[in-house]
């Protein structure tokens, strides 16, 4: 909720508001179908209080953080060990991509923002949300943490180890690198695979 500071003219509580849309957006490829996104949001940030001092990148931050706690809290309730470290393969599993970065598996930040962003082909973000629902729970969290939001290892980690469950507690950033470089692999063999070439735009 936004804090009553907003009516101390401070800042202007619609920004806050206004990335009602982004927040479902990030709701949607965290759990998937509208409904449980939209669950996973009023359950977030019903008892969230949001400063409208706060500049609106620094609002969005928080906001996010929030709702991937959210999301990971709801995927290990609903399957136990889902983000343990012990099911997370190491270094010997060898994935295909070797570089720690999305343009590894051949596609730009500019082109997943706008497969994301979906514009005028919905095509675009069905397809996405089709292959992170095939994901397994860990490393469609860590996909969207690490090409989504663009945060970095440790930080994906620090959420991981906080809201993941007790098994959880392990995770390293050496532990979300492989786990991004494991969903990335999945990324390429899917548009290497793809049916039709319009999973990325051109």
Do not use: Y
Not at 182 to 193: D, E, T
Request: with cysteine.
């Amino acid at each position: 909720m936004v804090n009553e500071r907003a009516n101390d003219g401070c800042g202007d509580a619609s920004a806050v508001v206004g990335m009602a849309a982004e927040l479902f957006q990030l709701a949607s490829l965290l759990v998937g179908e509208e409904n449980r996104a939209l669950r996973l949001i009023e359950s977030s940030l019903s008892s969230m209080e949001i400063d409208p001092c706060l500049n609106t990148e620094a609002a969005r931050e928080q906001t996010r953080g929030q709702v991937v706690r959210g999301a990971l809290r709801q995927l290990a309730a609903e399957e136990p060990g889902a983000f343990s470290t012990q099911t997370t393969p190491g270094t010997e599993a060898n994935p295909c991509i070797q570089d720690d970065d999305l343009e590894s598996a051949g596609i730009t930040p500019a082109q997943l923002r706008s497969w994301v962003d979906e514009g005028d082909r919905p095509e675009l973000r069905s397809g996405l949300r089709a292959w992170l629902e095939n994901l397994p729970a860990v490393q469609r969290v860590v996909f969207v943490q690490r090409a989504v939001l663009g945060q970095g290892n440790e930080a994906a980690a620090d959420l991981l180890r906080e809201s993941g469950g007790e098994q959880a507690r392990g995770w390293t950033p050496k532990n979300v690198s492989q786990t991004f470089r494991l969903a990335l692999c999945s990324l390429a063999n899917s548009l290497v695979h793809a049916p039709v070439p319009a999973v990325v735009p051109v």
